[in-house]
T-cell receptor, first 111, second 119 residues
C-alpha cells in the first residue's frame, strides 16, 4: 500500500526548457510535502517543501504546486540545467514526522 | 564538513553474519533516522530516535537494532543477516520540529548511504 507515488520513472528534458515532475498521494491527512534530489552514490538532499495550507511555494528556479482536491503535487524547474539531472523524490508526512517517500523520478537534462 | 556521515559506504558480507553501520551528525539535531532503500527504489523509514529515545519503530525484524549512544550518533546493528537485507541504508537527522516554525520543520538531512550486499 504505497501512499505516495511517482508514476513516471524517468523524464528527459532539453536544457533551458521546463521540467515538471509529478507526485500523487492517497492519504488526505498528510500536512507537509517535500521534494528531495539525489545524485548517484549520495544521500537525498532537501530541495523544497510546501505545507498543506498553501498551494504554491517558489524558491529560485524551483516551484512546487499542491492540488489538495486532486491529491497531487508537482515540481517545476525552470529553466532546466544539466546539473539538475538526478533522481527526484517526493515525500509526505502526517504530524508524526515520519516521511513517506515515493519511488523517485530520474530526470535527465540534455545540453 | 560532512553534516551526516555513515560508515562504511559499502559492506559485503555472508548470510548469517552480524554487522553494524555507524551514523554521526554534526548539525546539533535532536532526531535521527534510519531508512532502507530496497530494490524497487522506495525509501522506507525503519527507526527514529529523538534525544536518544526511540520514537518511530516500523515493522522491522528484531534482527535490526538501533543504538543511540548520544544525540549525535545512531548506529544500526543487524544480526543473522539474510539475503533480503541487501539494500542501501540511509541515516538522516532533523531538528526537533517542536522547537521551530512549522514551515521549516522536518527537513531531514541524509547521509551518503551504505550499500549492504549479503551473499
Amino acid at each position: 500500500d504505497q501512499q505516495v507515488k511517482q508514476n513516471s520513472p524517468s523524464l528527459s528534458v532539453q536544457e533551458g526548457r521546463i521540467s515538471i515532475l509529478n507526485c500523487d498521494y492517497t492519504n488526505s491527512m498528510f500536512d507537509y510535502f517535500l521534494w528531495y534530489k539525489k545524485y548517484p552514490a549520495e544521500g537525498p538532499t532537501f530541495l523544497i517543501s510546501i505545507s498543506s495550507i498553501k498551494d504554491k511555494n517558489e524558491d529560485g528556479r524551483f516551484t512546487v504546486f499542491l492540488n489538495k482536491s486532486a491529491k497531487h503535487l508537482s515540481l517545476h524547474i525552470v529553466p532546466s540545467q544539466p546539473g539538475d539531472s538526478a533522481v527526484y523524490f517526493c515525500a509526505a508526512r502526517r504530524n508524526t514526522g515520519k516521511l513517506i517517500f515515493g519511488q523517485g523520478t530520474t530526470l535527465q537534462v540534455k545540453p | 564538513d560532512t553534516a551526516v556521515s555513515q560508515t562504511p559506504k559499502y559492506l559485503v558480507t555472508q548470510m548469517g553474519n552480524d554487522k553494524s553501520i555507524k551514523c554521526e551528525q554534526n548539525l546539533g539535531h535532536d532526531t535521527m533516522y534510519w531508512y532502507k532503500q530496497d530494490s524497487k527504489k522506495f525509501l522506507k523509514i525503519m527507526f527514529s530516535y529523538n534525544n536518544k529515545e526511540l520514537i518511530i519503530n516500523e515493522t522491522v525484524p528484531n534482527r535490526f537494532s538501533p543504538k543511540s549512544p548520544d544525540k549525535a550518533h545512531l548506529n544500526l546493528h543487524i544480526n543473522s543477516l539474510e539475503l533480503g537485507d541487501s539494500a542501501v541504508y540511509f541515516c538522516a537527522s532533523s531538528q526537533d520540529r517542536r522547537e521551530i516554525q512549522r514551515e521549516i520543520s522536518d527537513t531531514q538531512y541524509f547521509g551518503p548511504g551504505t550499500r549492504l550486499t549479503v551473499l
